[in-house]
């Protein structure tokens, strides 16, 4: 399966089990929690696979601040909080910050390639 699918499972795995943490009421409600274990394990195992091809610095700050836009998406639209220009910024940083990083991803594996053969 493509590493990137892979992640982005894990993401949705992840945003899944962080919802079911608020709707769980401290682990009080038996289904929601049990979706917040599922949702957990799921998003470990397939984040410990993307991790097998994918480097550690990229695929981590993919998969939490993926996650954190998702979860501000979902608070919005399941939960009502507040919308605000602050939320939208820190979505777009966050955004901006993993593009930064998947680019200096190819940077780097460049160097380092030619860094050993020249």
């Keep these: 399966m493509n590493r990137y699918v892979l992640l982005g499972i894990a993401i949705i795995s992840e945003v899944f089990a962080t919802a079911m ?6 682990f009080s409600v038996l289904l929601p929690s049990i979706g917040v274990v599922i949702g957990y394990l799921l998003s470990f195992y397939l984040l410990s696979l993307a991790l097998r091809v994918i480097p550690l610095s990229l695929t ?16 919005i639209i399941f939960w009502g909080e507040a919308v605000d220009l602050f939320k939208f910024a820190g979505i777009a940083l966050i ?11 190819t940077s780097a594996s460049e160097e380092k390639r030619t860094v050993t053969t020249g």
């Design 21 to 26: 943490l608020k709707v769980s009421n401290g």
């Design 95 to 105: 955004i901006g910050g993993i593009v930064l990083l998947n680019s200096s991803k």
């Design 60 to 75: 981590y700050a993919i998969w939490s601040g993926a996650g954190a836009a998702l979860s501000v998406i979902i608070g």
